[in-house]
């Protein structure tokens, strides 16, 4: 089977920190461009960040920058997103997406079933 699992969401207060793991079995992501989502209360799901597959280029989206690291290890087929500084317009369900090219580039072949990030005082 071709799966993605997200995990390490939660419930967390303002300027704290959660790191959000995808996990890839079925077929391995070392050629795979790997992508975060977010769909927040408006129900629109937006990119966040995204990491190549061959350089290892790492891309965000202007409102985490210096908040927010995508990292991989290719060893453990596996992607994090590590989170800090949080805010309460953080506060979404976030999704892991692998497309098999080398650039963060669309469609995306496989997605996760979503991990809910929840930020609140």
């Known amino acids: 089977q071709v799966q993605l699992v997200e995990s390490g969401g939660g419930s967390v207060q303002p300027g704290g920190s959660l790191k959000l793991s995808c996990v890839a079995s079925?077929?391995?992501?070392?050629?795979?461009?790997v992508g975060w989502f977010r769909q927040g209360p408006e129900n629109i799901r937006d990119a966040v960040s995204c990491?190549?597959?061959?350089?290892?280029?790492?891309y965000y989206v202007g409102s985490v920058k210096g908040r927010f690291t995508i990292s991989r290890d290719k060893a453990k087929n596996t992607v994090y997103l590590q989170m800090n500084s949080l805010k309460p317009e953080d506060t979404a369900v976030y999704y892991c997406?692998?497309?098999?090219?080398?650039?963060?580039?669309?469609?995306?072949?496989?997605w996760g079933q979503g991990t809910q990030v929840t930020v609140s005082s």
């Open positions: 997406a692998a497309v098999g090219k080398s650039l963060c580039e669309g469609p995306y072949d496989y």
């Open positions: 079925g077929f391995t992501l070392e050629h795979y461009a």
């Open positions: 990491i190549s597959s061959s350089e290892g280029r790492t």
